[in-house]
């Protein structure tokens, strides 16, 4: 029998990270079910500078798409011809990769049954996620001005449809052109399942349960295994951390400050700081133009994805009803938020003092 | 001997630190014209003579965390000797005194040397001092909420004769803000002492910030004064600070506290010693204001104590209506001036962490090169 590889390509801010910890949790019961989930080991030097266990393929893969012998790509030849079973890699960068890309990695993943996991969460979620985590890393655009980039480059690819996607700075629509990336990784013989993330406040469990079904396990298979909670798994950022954080890195960056730098202070203060309070605040969305294009895009994204589904080329875990929630925005009341931020500012000067002295 | 002495009394919230800094840039001229403001004391540039008010034996403050705790009293010997060196009359501004009870004042007036003193009060509308203090309260790491810090001076105000609170003030040592700020008794107290008193309106913040030098000119009544206020640069050291900074430091000073940081750990966080970087500001931020109840009260008190301003025998210079603006109401705090605010402050302590460590890895890189070259040599 043909052994099959299951390879989850994410893309970033699509419960990634809760379903990598998922798998990793849960690799006894999946190798009960015939399922590898094969992890690089961490070399002597990583253990005893406290580097974290990997959770992901994200090195792996990237290197497998650069077509550049490394011992990451060493490791995955090894892994694909040893590991006896079915396999699972997962990596969310993979699904920002250009066609070219590809093509360099499914070489890699050789003959086989490929069986491409894509886990869809609705854009009007992913913008917002998208661009806290862009401040986390150091960046300093305004959630507007983050909007408007993805809109001017929608535009760009609408003018050059036939080529747009072999532009690596086109990396939010290769990762979130949901049905594009389908059509992309069918191109290349895979079989491909979307995997809905769940709108609103469902269960995580509701998603694992969802990816499970994608592996092929029934739902008596399931109950043998654990969902994991959802700390200390990275949650995003709220309204109120974000527009701190933000300023933050602003200031950081006007008073001359490298992006490496801020990205280790903003790492800093969310963890220390941020994470530590019980009430953190309302979540970050969408407001105005903003939403409306955002929700625009979804619902094109969803009518195109339905088509596939329809065809019978891409077999659908979930609902695709989760990618144009209806949801009404409840507008944030200021003076609250404004309440929230000066909290929170009084915390980070008050760690900040307590750390040094 | 110096002639006479002009007293500027503050109370401190009344445009002190503009009129002390213009003294100050006068000086020179002052000196050519025969006055004299001591702008050096033991050696360092003064601006005021707070610190030589509290080198006064028996008027410094017992709370060790004050910043006046520590005064040298050598500081008011100096100030007394050069007063009594100089030939013609003499400024002391020190706005510390206006909060003083009798018994201090007339301490502090046995130091100085025998001349003829007049004394001049700078007051200004209670509802806008109000909110300045509490600014000012934040600034020098105190965290009551605006409403709170209010509420405990409403309650202080009492609904005693005017003649019987004054005497429970000044027999009360905590009651520095209504000594203060409540006009009447605060004049009162310098005129039974013997002593002719102008009062200053202050103008309001609208006006030209020349028109309060052009009333205090008029009291002092020296033409060695110039007519035009001196060009003070960084007169607005003590502008008015929005709310959403203030809460911002509020907060850090609350949960510093909370972790059991005391307030001499927490001393770079005081008042002006921030170093922030103000020019890629967009938000102005809201300013603090009075909540109704506040508002009813402190006009009403501003109007009662006009009325009795008018009844004392004093020299007030600027219109009576200039004690008797509205209050400000409160604003709605808005997100971004918040943000905008948290930014910078955190962005300010984060800098010299940065700092500070890389100076500490060059400390310890040369600790261990030290240590090596100790073995070596040994």
Redesign the interface.
């Known amino acids: 029998m043909t052994r099959r590889l299951h390879l989850h390509i994410g893309p970033r801010k699509s419960g990634t990270t809760f379903l990598q910890q998922a798998l990793v949790s849960n690799k006894r019961a999946l190798r009960a079910e015939g399922l590898m989930y094969p992890m690089p080991g961490r070399s002597r030097r990583q253990r005893l500078r406290g580097t974290p266990r990997m959770h992901n393929h994200e090195k792996v893969l990237l290197a497998a798409c650069s077509a550049e012998a490394s011992p990451a790509t060493e490791w995955l030849e090894r892994a694909l011809a040893v590991t006896s079973g079915d396999i699972i890699l997962s990596g969310e960068a993979v699904a920002a990769c250009t066609p070219a890309e590809l093509d360099h990695l499914t070489a890699y993943l050789g003959a086989g049954e490929l069986h491409v996991i894509i886990t869809v969460r609705s854009l009007e979620a992913v913008i917002p996620s998208s661009w806290q985590q862009h401040i986390r890393n150091g960046r300093t655009a305004s959630l507007e001005a983050f909007v408007e980039g993805i809109a001017r480059r929608n535009d760009q690819r609408q003018e050059a449809p036939l080529t747009w996607a072999a532009e690596p700075s086109q990396d939010f629509w290769l990762s979130n052109d949901h049905a594009a990336l389908a059509e992309r990784w069918i191109a290349r013989g895979a079989r491909v399942s979307l995997v809905t993330v769940p709108a609103g406040s469902a269960p995580a469990a509701t998603l694992w349960q969802r990816f499970l079904g994608a592996l092929g396990l029934s739902n008596d298979d399931i109950e043998a295994f654990t969902v994991p909670s959802m700390h200390p798994i990275h949650v995003g950022l709220t309204a109120?951390e974000a527009?701190?954080l933000?300023?933050?890195?602003?200031?950081?960056e006007?008073?001359g400050?490298e992006r490496s730098?801020r990205r280790r202070?903003a790492v800093r203060?969310v963890e220390d700081v941020f994470y530590q309070r019980t009430k953190r605040g309302p979540a970050l969305h969408l407001t105005g133009t903003g939403l409306h294009r955002a929700r625009q895009w979804a619902a094109d994204d969803s009518a195109q994805l339905a088509i596939l589904v329809e065809d019978g080329q891409v077999a659908l875990h979930g609902d695709l009803a989760d990618l144009t929630p209806s949801e009404i925005v409840m507008e944030i009341n200021?003076?609250q938020?404004?309440?929230q931020?000066?909290?929170?500012?009084?915390?980070?000067?008050?760690?900040?003092?307590?750390?040094?002295? | 001997m110096a002639t006479s002495i002009v007293l500027h009394v503050g109370p401190r919230k009344t445009g002190t630190t503009y009129l002390q800094k213009s003294l100050t840039a006068a000086s020179p001229t002052l000196r050519e014209g025969g006055v004299l403001y001591v702008t050096r004391l033991m050696g360092k540039e003064v601006y005021n003579h707070v610190s030589a008010t509290f080198a006064v034996p028996g008027l410094r403050t017992e709370r060790s965390s004050h910043i006046w705790s520590n005064v040298n009293v050598d500081i008011i010997h100096d100030l007394v000797r050069q007063v009594g060196a100089w030939d013609g009359p003499a400024i002391i501004s020190s706005e510390a005194l206006g909060g003083l009870t009798t018994a201090e004042a007339t301490k502090f007036i046995s130091y100085l040397p025998s001349a003829p003193v007049h004394v001049i009060a700078t007051i200004r509308a209670l509802p806008d001092v109000v909110l300045s203090s509490w600014s000012q309260n934040v600034l020098n790491l105190n965290t009551h909420s605006l409403d709170t810090y209010v509420k405990l001076f409403m309650q202080r105000r009492t609904l005693l004769p005017p003649s019987e609170r004054w005497r429970l003030w000044d027999e009360d040592r905590h009651a520095t803000f209504w000594r203060s700020f409540e006009y009447p008794g605060l004049l009162s107290r310098w005129t039974q002492m013997g002593f002719p008193v102008s009062a200053v309106v202050v103008p309001d913040s609208a006006e030209p910030r020349g028109e309060l030098w052009t009333r205090f000119r008029e009291a002092v009544n020296l033409d060695a004064l110039p007519p035009a206020a001196p060009n003070v640069q960084d007169a607005d050291a003590n502008g008015s600070r929005s709310l959403e900074e203030l809460e911002i430091r509020r907060k850090a000073i609350k949960y510093a506290t909370k972790k059991g940081l005391t307030i001499d750990d927490l001393r770079q966080l005081r008042g002006k010693r921030w170093k922030i970087t103000r020019n890629n500001s967009l938000h102005a931020g809201t300013r603090p204001g009075l909540a109704p109840d506040a508002v009813e009260a402190f006009e009403r008190w501003a109007r009662e104590d006009a009325d009795l301003l008018a009844k004392l025998p004093i020299n007030l210079i600027g219109p009576i209506e200039d004690l008797l603006r509205p209050a400000r109401r409160p604003e709605t705090p808005q997100p971004a001036a918040s943000a905008e605010a948290a930014g910078r402050l955190v962005a300010s302590r984060i800098f010299p962490a940065v700092r500070g460590s890389r100076a500490g890895r060059l400390k310890r890189r040369l600790n261990r090169r030290a240590v090596r070259l100790c073995r070596w040599v040994t």
């Open positions: 109120p527009l701190t933000r300023e933050i890195v602003w200031q950081l006007c008073g400050m730098e202070w203060l200021q003076a938020l404004a309440h931020i000066t909290d929170l500012g009084g915390r980070c000067i008050a760690y900040l003092e307590g750390a040094r002295s």
